[in-house]
């Protein structure tokens, strides 16, 4: 027993330190000579698609999200199912709600134009998350960049990796530390939730089920979100500015006036109460360890070197 739990220990540092050793290969300046104009390109892209909907730049955040909490940020979730594998895309977590595959695409195909073969879809990915939180009045962070694509993706995994809108915070703590995330990270990486809509079928547990909501509140959507029927029926997670990046939505917390259960569990008598505190109270704050963790999620797992691919199509493997 002794000796299979030290394999078992050595397995798990080992894949630890090949996981850090291919984020330290992430550069800034890792396409500088090869694709000069990348940062512009993603820029301009990002741009325009939130000009015509603001609501795309919670989408293109969460989709990274998504991405990197699956076996780490290699553009796995934006594959389509093929006949040797299903994606995540029809994962419970992203079925009908994952969005924005489609300016992830336009933007590839204008760094393709300008610098074919070379950029992965997993980077573009990283950089639009990060411009689009900026776009919306976010911070900004530095994206180290020389990610490549996976070839394959899995729903299973999806199902299994992606936060729930159900999970208690001891389940929310668990599951970011299998990320490698921190209790921290985990408070200040949920302030992307002042972004951004959620659907009657994810929110509707909380406001009918739950005690820890504001009642003038809870009656409020459940005059919009009835006990059956309207699943997709979307209302803001930040009640006040849903397209501005913020901190309100650690005040709502505070008033117990946010949309989902496993929000609610930041603020709730438990070990994370001090940080939304300090968040509600300190946008600074909250901005400097949401750029931090943004760099620190952006880092999971990365493909480097040889491993994966440079998707030409981020919808298939070459």
Known sequence: MASTYSLLLFALVAAATVSEANAAQLRADFYS????????????????????EARM??????????????????ASILLDDTSKFIGEQTAAANNNSARGF????????MVE?????????????????????VYLGGPSWEVGLGRRDSTTASRLD?????????????????????????????????????????????????????????????????????????????EPLDRQTPFHFDNLYYKNLVQKKVLLHSDQELYNGGSTDHLVGKYATDRVAFFNDFAKGMVKMSRIKPLTGKKGEIRLNCAKVN
């Open 33 to 52: 000579c090869s694709c000069r104009n990348l940062l512009a390109i993603v820029k301009t892209g990002i741009t325009k698609a939130l000009q015509k």
């Open 57 to 74: 730049g919670a989408s293109i955040l969460r989709l990274h999200f998504h991405d990197c909490f699956v076996n780490g940020c290699d």
């Open 102 to 109: 489609n300016v992830i695409d336009d933007i590839k195909a």
């Open 113 to 133: 134009k300008e610098c074919p073969g070379v950029v992965s879809c997993a980077d573009i990915l990283a950089l639009a998350a990060r411009d689009s939180v």
């Open 158 to 234: 999806a199902n299994n990796s992606i936060p729930a809108p159900s999970f208690s915070l001891s389940t929310l703590k668990q599951n970011f530390a299998n990320q490698g995330l921190s209790e921290k990270d985990l408070v200040a990486l949920s302030g992307a939730h002042t972004i951004g809509l959620a659907q009657c079928r994810l929110f509707r547990p909380h406001i009918y089920n739950d005690t820890n909501i504001d009642a003038s509140y809870a009656k409020f959507l459940r005059s919009k979100c009835p006990r059956t029927g309207k699943d997709r029926l979307l």
